[in-house]
Each structure stands twice: as structure tokens, then as C-alpha cells.
């Protein structure tokens, strides 16, 4: 049995409600956090996104991901959801390869985007193909105006 049929076991005994998946998987993430990472980190509710019953399979899917060996990896999710052309992988790459400041993204993050890519797939598709201009993000090849030439 996995973390989703023992949450829902768990809401049929009325000893927890949708989610407790992801708070649990939250608290494992913040135990391993430092006092000063700890107060920097934030986290959204994601009960109308994540956890709303119509996002059940995205859900599914992100159960199953919490359920995988340490170090969990988005590629080793079997037969993994696809949301308007991406999987959580894809997601995960794009979030990722664009932003050389980010540190780490926690799977309910991906899993939320492609919650956002079902709801608001021109708003999170701008979000996962955004790259910066030299004066955010630094000059260099992952720099926009780097691809048009605008640079030496």
C-alpha cells in the first residue's frame, strides 16, 4: 500500500484529511533544513491546487513520488502524467535548467506547476519557457538576449 491509499484510509477513519501525504512529506523536508535555510523557505497552500479533488491524478502521481527511495528523481516515476505536452520531469528540467540561483525545487512545487499547466497552461507555459535578459540573470548562454545576439 502506498502513501495515497494509506491517506485515504486514513480520511475514511476520519484521522486525517487530503493531504497529509504532502504535510508529511513537508515535514521531512524542513527537518533537514539549517536555522537560517529554515526561515528563508516558504511554502503555498496548495489545497485548491495540489489537493483539490479534480488534480486527483496529478496527486496520485505526486504520492508516488514521495513514495520513491532517497534520492527521489522525477524520471523514475513508471508511466508518468502528462500535462499539455510535459511530465513532472520536463517541468522539474525547465524550473530548474533556467535559474543557475536555484538551489533545490521540492516535488509538490512540480507537481503544482502542472497542476497550473492544466488550470493556466498560457501563464505557466510563459513561467517554464521564461529565460532572463543579461541584467537579471548574468550574461552567458542562458541569457535571452545572449540567443539574439545582443552580446559578444
Wanted: with cysteine; hydrophobic share 30%.
Amino acid at each position: 500500500m502506498g502513501s495515497y491509499e494509506r491517506e485515504q484510509q486514513m480520511i475514511a477513519d476520519k484521522t486525517a484529511s487530503r493531504g497529509e501525504t504532502a504535510r508529511r512529506y513537508f515535514a521531512e523536508l524542513d527537518s533537514q533544513l539549517n536555522e537560517e535555510t529554515s526561515h528563508l523557505s516558504h511554502r503555498p497552500d496548495y489545497s485548491k491546487t495540489l489537493f483539490a479533488p479534480e488534480n486527483d491524478d496529478i496527486y496520485r502521481e505526486f504520492c508516488a513520488f514521495v513514495d520513491l527511495p532517497e534520492p527521489r528523481h522525477f524520471d523514475d516515476i513508471e508511466d508518468p502524467i502528462s500535462v499539455d505536452g510535459r511530465t513532472a520531469a520536463d517541468v522539474y528540467f525547465a524550473m530548474k535548467s533556467k535559474n543557475d540561483r536555484i538551489v533545490a525545487i521540492d516535488g509538490a512545487a512540480v507537481y503544482n506547476m502542472l497542476v497550473k499547466l492544466r488550470t493556466q497552461p498560457e501563464i505557466a507555459n510563459k513561467v517554464l519557457n521564461f529565460r532572463p535578459t543579461c541584467y537579471q540573470g548574468g550574461c552567458g548562454s542562458k541569457d535571452a538576449g545572449f540567443d539574439l545576439g545582443y552580446y559578444d
